[in-house]
C-alpha cells in the first residue's frame, strides 16, 4: 500500500511597504485621537447626603440643567 501526499504550502504574500512615521507625526496622531474624545462627567450620587444633591438639581431653573 502506497501512501503518498501532495500537499500545497500555504502562499506568502508580502505587505506593501509603506514609509515609517517620524516621531512628532506619532506624537501629532495620539494627541489627534485624545482631543477628539467626547469628555463624560460622572453624575451619580453616591454617599450620605445625596438627597440634597438632588433638591438642589431640582430647585434650579430648567434653563441651568
Known sequence: M???FNR?????????KRPRA????KRNAATARIEALPVRVAT????EGWYHEAALHDAKPDRER
Do not use: V
Request: proline share 5%; with cysteine; charged share 20%.
Open 22 to 25: 517620524t516621531d512628532a507625526q
Open 44 to 47: 451619580t450620587a453616591c454617599g
Open 2 to 4: 502506497t501512501t503518498k
Open 8 to 16: 500545497e504550502t500555504a502562499k506568502i504574500y508580502a505587505f506593501p
